[in-house]
């Protein structure tokens, strides 16, 4: 199968995601006087058709209907999510603007530069709709079926291997930093603009090895096309369940995913937050709307806003040390 038809696959996946959206809705809407008494957006941090966008339109899809009111997403990519969070940190905090957050937004951008907002005080956690886990596979040519066999065939190679990665600081090119370091291994990345040119050229064999997130692999893990060998996930994934964890190959307590989750501006009322949170929790505890976002790469949570402020406050060390160990730290006068 060519490459170009792969694509082809991922977006009919994709509309037919979108598509399904429609068909969950709830039947019977929550009225209350006061909010929301117009629209109220979404903002996703990158462009459609991702996981984050498709997660966000199952969700607005659910909230809309809960609340008898729409919910608008509103893709906004650009600096890695950075231009969205400062949008809807700088929004009134009346609860008719929120932001589909990832960790890039909420941990990582924050450890790699000096961002125009603080992940913990300019945002009130809403609640999380999921986490997304990441994924170390291999060329069929590389000779290793475990993650053990793949540590000892790193090992003994007379030079560094290269390995894809999207680009300095993305949360592929951290987490598998991070595995490298626990493993004690010593590899260099090859940088891509963007995913696709990165699979690509691991599907071609011209770089044998990477860390993908599991959405950009589900497409290819039941081909011959990529060898998945584990999964960075606490527990094994319902889409590739064949897959070990890093945890059961013998990397206890390793496990790295993005965070998916709804965020609003601090000072939004609680109130609403709560209400907000309710109804997400509810949605993604739905088989129907965790089938979509499963199907997406995405495992479905759905918290508390206490529950996803105690996830962040989890989150950022971990990747503020993932971006210490890649070395992708911008340097700034000071």
């Known amino acids: 199968m060519q490459v170009c038809g792969r694509r082809r696959t991922v977006l009919f996946r994709v509309v037919a995601f979108l598509a399904g959206i429609a068909a969950v809705a709830q039947t ?14 979404i903002v996703v941090p990158f462009a459609a058709g991702g996981s984050s966008d498709v997660a966000a339109r199952v ?8 609340f008898a009111q729409q919910f608008v997403v509103e893709n906004r990519a650009g600096a ?9 940190a700088r929004s009134p905090a009346d609860g008719y603007t929120l932001l589909l957050a990832t960790s890039a937004q909420i941990s990582i951008m924050p450890a790699v530069t000096r961002t125009p907002y603080d992940p913990v005080k300019d945002f009130a956690p809403v609640s999380v709709v999921g986490t997304s886990p990441f994924v170390l596979v291999v060329h069929p040519s590389v000779p290793a079926q475990t993650v053990a066999e793949f540590v000892d065939y790193v090992r003994t190679q007379p030079t560094h291997l290269g390995y894809a990665s999207s680009g300095v600081g993305s949360t592929g090119h951290l987490a598998a930093e991070l595995f490298f370091k626990r493993a004690g ?13 990165q699979l690509n050229d691991v599907i071609a064999g011209h770089v044998k090895i990477t860390v993908l997130n599991l959405v950009a692999v589900l ?12 999964v960075t996930s606490e527990k094994r994934s319902t889409q590739i ?19 998916l989750g709804l965020m609003a501006p601090a ?9 907000i949170a309710a109804e997400t929790t509810r949605a993604v505890k739905d088989p129907a709307v965790a089938k979509l976002l499963i199907g997406s790469g995405v495992d479905p949570v759905g918290s508390s806003p206490s529950e996803f402020a105690a996830m962040i406050a989890a989150d950022i060390p971990l990747w503020a040390d993932a971006v210490k160990v890649a070395g992708a730290q911008e340097k700034h006068d000071k």
Not at 28 to 41: A, D, K, L, M
Not at 59 to 64: E, H, K, S, T, V
Not at 185 to 196: N, Q, R
């Open 28 to 41: 019977t809407p929550v009225r209350s006087e006061g909010w929301p008494q117009r629209p109220v957006r």
């Open 59 to 66: 969700i607005a899809q659910q909230l809309g209907n809960a």
């Open 80 to 88: 890695s999510g950075v231009v969205a969070a400062e949008t809807v």
């Open 185 to 197: 291994l010593t590899m260099t990345p090859v940088m891509y603009k963007g995913g696709a040119a």
């Open 219 to 230: 497409p290819f893990a039941a081909s011959d096309a990529l060898r998945p060998l584990a």
């Open 241 to 259: 369940p064949n897959v070990p964890t890093f945890i059961e190959t013998g990397y206890a307590g390793f496990k790295v995913s993005t965070l």
């Open 267 to 275: 000072g939004t009322p609680q109130e609403i937050v709560d209400r």
